[in-house]
């Protein structure tokens, strides 16, 4: 029996240099096996600064992004891809770059009807020397994803987090600073600009952290979340708004919070390369559709590799 990918040469980047190195690691395995299984000829590639003079000697027939975080994710390893004219998976270059920037992001996404929590940009020295706006409120990187460097400053605390004045900071000296939401977190999977499903995590940690998102066990997801049938409509209506705003492409991931108490419903950002670990949303969501893991990340790299060959038509013209 032929397999749906026999004869087909995919490079699996994963690793990479930012935070998120670990998660894209063990995302890169699982999708790389799924790929050798659908038949396909994976080289597994830890994607490093020389990635252009890698990928150039191998010529792969399309490249699986499994990076995460900063480099990998923001427009960069996308930026050199076009560049040696190579399919990949995922958003391009400009999609990549606007979802990682969450100032710029919430720009556009606002001007398509896509309600965020509000907030602002903030200098770190100026947040860390005094809250900026009232707690309860999050400080989060305005360039990083996996909740890396996120801290939740409660009711009644009586200074922001000393972490922003450290010289270990490394996230930017540019911090997001939002009114914290209360109420329920959510996850909406996009594929091929629609939306899957709703998920509810709720994490063993004081919010959904790092460790609640890629420890075993660091969370519960429900899926569907047991929401009313409108609020899950326009949980995934927004999700798919974002994602067309942001001119995403294949498979992305919202998250959002829902005040329940107040009908208060809220986009946060838009994954655009989001997790594919066992503890990640997007495959559960897919199973809840009837898609295995296999059969996703098939699709995800046939979608990649038509898009780099209509690019490379257009190109020839």
Not at 137 to 149: H, I, M, R, T
Request: charged fraction near 20%.
């Amino acid at each position: 029996m032929t397999l749906p990918l026999t004869g087909r040469r995919v490079a699996v980047l994963m690793g990479g240099i930012s935070p998120e190195r670990e998660v894209s690691l063990v995302s890169g395995r699982e999708c790389a096996n799924a790929l050798e299984r659908l038949g396909a000829a994976v080289t597994r590639i830890d994607a490093g600064r020389d990635i252009a003079a890698v990928l150039e000697a191998l010529a792969p027939d399309v490249c699986f992004n499994a990076l995460h975080g900063a480099w990998g994710e923001d427009g960069c390893v996308q930026g050199v891809l076009e560049t040696l004219g190579l399919a990949y998976t995922h958003s391009g270059v400009l999609a990549s770059a606007l979802a990682m920037d969450k100032a710029k992001a919430k720009a556009v996404m606002a001007a398509a009807g896509v309600k965020s929590p509000g907030g602002g940009l903030f200098d770190r020295f100026e947040a860390g020397a005094s809250h900026v706006m009232p707690p309860p409120y999050v400080v989060k990187p305005n360039a990083q994803g996996s909740s890396v460097g996120v801290f939740r400053v409660f009711e009644g605390s009586n200074a922001p987090p000393v972490e922003l004045l450290s010289p270990s900071w490394t996230f930017g000296d540019e911090v997001m600073i939002e009114p914290y939401v209360p109420g329920l977190e959510l996850a909406v999977a996009v594929m091929d600009g629609r939306a899957l499903a709703v998920t509810l995590i709720e994490p063993r940690t004081e919010f959904y952290d790092y460790e609640a998102k890629y420890e075993e066990g660091g969370s519960v997801h429900t899926v569907p979340a047991p929401l009313p049938a409108v609020v899950t409509a326009r949980a995934m209506r927004q999700a798919e708004l974002a994602h067309a705003a942001l001119g995403c492409s294949g498979v992305t991931r919202s998250d959002l919070r829902y005040d329940d108490i107040n009908d208060l419903l809220v986009l946060l950002e838009v994954n655009t390369q989001p997790g594919m670990t066992p503890t990640s949303l997007v495959p559960e969501q897919a199973a809840h559709q009837g898609v295995g893991f296999d059969e996703l990340v098939l699709w995800i790299v046939e979608d990649g590799h038509a898009r780099g060959g209509a690019r490379r038509s257009e190109g020839a013209r």
